[in-house]
């Protein structure tokens, strides 16, 4: 049987029909539009009720809706989830069973994460599931850890009893249909609703740049490029590279190691170095380490590796912003050039916004802004466009159907 349109339904359509609207302005498409597309483990409590930027709401008291909306960054080195109500949980993406009988006993439970699970690494089979910021296809239990670790992410957030978990995730920009239907079929086990987006493009809408700005997101496993022009960017206005953190961990190893071919230097160590002292250009002080040379710590300066190896990022980036400055017409150049937005954990390198304006010297005056919650804008950036769009018409956004 047919039930008639009542009131309530009319005023529940207008409504809706004024979210879309609205963000259609936000980010220059129309409403009618058939297609709007083509670091460490750590939870915020929920007393911090405000997520930087204004990304928390409180439920309106009209709203009967029982959905609870997450924004999440799964990255290759750290995965971020923020929820509608400030929480904040911050898990190394790495998950690890135990190798045997013995090493049940040793951790007593059958999986670990982050931390604990990098700490127990010899007890355990250990998987870092997201390579070059998407799943591994087809590699050991990957899929099955990618899974786990997004379902952790969502236990660890204390959702409320009776509410249904619906996540806006962000992807590599130039992320394969293939690499996002897995994650769209490994997301829906664990959320009601899922709406994927890229990860520059969900930085530039936490930092409110949606017209005349590139974005750069540096993180570990690539780094992201995205052109913004007052509407949600398609594939020839975004970039990806395959040189970012992890990259700049295996150039600082063979550094060190030619430069200390006795010390023990390994990739994680390499990569504690960086986070500690990473930088493109020479500090004020020389950066003194303790390594260990036939198990005894020697203090060694490991200034030029860490120099050298950091550096070798900067001509992609260059190249990449200079790529998708073309896209833009030349009247808008000099707004663009003054609207370059550094984001993900390696963009806290130091020197690094020097370095870029240097290289673009001859272009004009150009601006290069850092964020300053680099951990966490991709996630808040991916909740605020949740929060804006009716969850039941995240389809019409996200970018599953956009094939590179």
């Not at 670091?39 to 009720?49: A, H, L």
């Not at 928390?56 to 989830?81: C, E, H, P, W, Y």
């Not at 017209?211 to 022009?229: F, P, Q, R, Y």
């Not at 390696?346 to 001859?362: C, N, R, V, Y």
């Amino acid at each position: 049987m047919n039930r008639k349109i009542s009131s309530e339904d009319i005023a529940t359509l207008k409504s809706v029909k004024s979210q879309i609207s609205r963000l259609a302005r936000l980010v220059g498409v129309q409403a009618n539009s058939k297609k709007l597309t083509t670091e460490g483990d750590q939870r915020v409590d929920k007393s911090e009720k405000k997520v930087r930027g204004g990304t928390a709401k409180k439920m309106s008291s009209q709203d009967v809706s029982k959905d609870f909306l997450v924004g999440i960054d799964l990255g290759t080195s750290r995965s971020v989830l923020v929820g509608e109500d400030g929480t904040k949980v911050v898990v190394e993406s790495i998950v690890g069973w135990p190798r045997d009988i013995i090493g049940i006993k040793v951790i007593g439970q059958a999986i670990m994460f982050g931390k604990e699970a990098l700490a127990m690494r010899d007890s355990l089979e250990i998987s870092r599931p997201l390579a070059d910021g998407v799943i591994k296809e087809g590699k050991g239990r990957d899929q099955e850890a990618a899974e786990e670790l997004l379902r952790h992410l969502v236990e660890q957030a204390g959702v409320p009893q009776g509410r249904n978990v619906c996540g806006v995730i962000g992807v590599p920009a130039k992320a394969s249909l293939k690499s996002k239907e897995l994650l769209m079929d490994i997301a829906q086990k664990c959320m009601r609703r899922v709406m994927l987006i890229s990860e520059p493009f969900a930085v530039a809408y936490e930092q409110k740049k949606l017209s005349n700005s590139i974005v750069v997101d540096i993180g570990a496993g690539t780094t992201d490029l995205c052109a913004m022009k007052g509407r949600i960017p398609d594939d020839d206005h975004q970039l990806t590279i395959n040189k970012a953190g992890n990259y700049v961990d295996g150039v600082l190893v063979e550094a060190l190691k030619k430069q200390f071919p006795d010390a023990s230097i390994t990739s994680l160590l390499a990569k504690q170095l960086k986070e500690k002292h990473g930088t493109v250009s020479q500090p004020r002080s020389k950066i003194v380490t303790n390594l260990r040379v036939n198990g005894v710590k020697e203090a060694h300066d490991i200034t030029d590796s860490m120099v050298y190896a950091c550096s070798r990022i900067v001509p992609d980036i260059v190249e990449g912003i200079k790529q998708l400055l073309l896209t833009f017409d030349p009247e808008f150049e000099d707004e663009v050039l003054q609207n370059i937005i550094l984001a993900g954990g390696m963009s806290q390198l130091e020197g690094l916004p020097a370095a870029i304006e240097t290289a673009f010297k001859d272009f004009g005056i150009v601006k290069i802004q850092t964020v300053r919650t680099a951990l966490y804008n991709g996630a808040e950036g991916a909740l605020r466009l949740g929060m804006d769009i009716p969850v039941q018409h995240w389809d019409k956004i996200g970018f599953l159907d956009q094939d590179s």
